[in-house]
């Protein structure tokens, strides 16, 4: 991952033009890359990459544990 959204977007599609999707475990390390610029705008990234199927994914950007606990609620409904 690279932290400009076009690119994560079609790096997450190549393995499944050449795998079968249900032999295929996605995990996307960004290593911090994705600028944070608001919660929301990180949420609607990190819900089109779940939507390219995107198993795990480690360190998007630079979180605090309260960032991370609100991003979380808005992508995944946890800690409701």
Known sequence: ??????????????????????DLFKWADANRAIS??????LAII????????????EDPAELTIGTVDSLTVKVCGFFR
């Open 1 to 22: 991952m690279f932290g400009i959204t076009e690119v994560d977007m079609a790096l997450t599609r190549a393995p499944s033009q050449f795998l079968w999707e249900r």
């Open 36 to 41: 944070l610029k608001s919660i929301d705008e």
């Open 46 to 57: 990190l819900e089109g990459l779940t939507s390219r199927r995107i198993d795990a994914m």
